[in-house]
């Protein structure tokens, strides 16, 4: 078990500028959660999947941003057209959901990105 | 509107003493509740969970406390540790629902 692994881990970007984070599950996870943490906040949600379907999406996430998961397996969120505002961590978290067990998720270490 | 409440941004704590970390929410749907451990540069580590049908769970070190009618849980650390000085964050979750609500945090100082 290797945990959740995401790329890159630091981004500094143009305004304007797209950008594309990548996110590794734990393996075997059936869902996938992108998140958002900005300075003095906790963490805020942005989209999920089980599996290759995207359930959820957050008001957060305007239509500048876009997530796939094309296998089931890792994940890509993608911002075009990057905000100062968008500067953040993302975060990616995975769980396995039961219909037996609540869902806990376990996160990755981040993608901090700044948007000059 | 914050439906999960950390009052207080921190909190300082002898090395050896309990560290007590509060949480209040106000939406009765929650029912699963969790604490991540957070360091800087690093994604939140999951410490413990307790479910609305109990009212405490306990591992090694770490307690969780839940008072549903007060809508309040608490997470006690004993004894507390020089490592254990980190942003802690409390979490929810409603029944059917899968996304995470997340307080604001509680940055602990375990002083030696």
């Known amino acids: 078990d290797t945990g959740v692994s995401q790329d890159p881990r630091h981004k500094i970007t143009k305004r304007g500028q797209n950008v594309t984070f990548r996110c590794d599950p734990i393996?075997?996870?059936?869902?996938l959660y992108w998140y958002r943490q900005t300075l003095g906040q906790g963490p805020e949600f942005l989209t999920y999947?089980?599996?290759?379907?995207?359930?959820?999406k957050s008001r957060l996430l305007s239509d500048r941003f876009s997530a796939e998961r094309p296998k089931g397996s890792f994940s890509t969120l993608e911002i075009q057209r990057t905000e100062q505002g968008d500067s953040a961590m993302y975060l990616c978290?995975?769980?396995?959901?039961?219909?037996?067990?609540?869902?806990?998720?376990?996160f990755g270490p981040g993608t901090r990105l700044t948007v000059l | 509107d914050q439906q999960v409440k950390q009052n207080s941004p921190s909190l300082s704590v002898q090395e050896g003493r309990i560290s007590i970390l509060n949480c209040d929410y106000t939406n009765s749907m929650f029912d699963y509740f969790l604490w991540y451990k957070k360091y800087p540069a690093e994604g939140p580590t999951f410490l413990i969970s307790i479910s609305s049908i109990k009212d405490k769970n306990e591992d090694g070190r770490f307690t969780v406390f839940l008072n549903k009618s007060a809508k309040h849980l608490s997470l006690h650390i004993v004894p507390s540790q020089p490592g254990d000085s980190a942003v802690y964050f409390c979490?929810?979750?409603?029944?059917?629902?899968?996304?995470?609500?997340f307080g604001k945090g509680t940055m602990l100082l375990v002083s030696p």
């Open positions: 999947f089980q599996n290759e379907a995207q359930l959820e």
């Open positions: 978290a995975s769980s396995s959901r039961t219909s037996r067990t609540p869902d806990t998720q376990y």
């Open positions: 393996s075997e996870h059936n869902r």
């Open positions: 979490a929810a979750s409603a029944q059917g629902y899968s996304t995470l609500t």
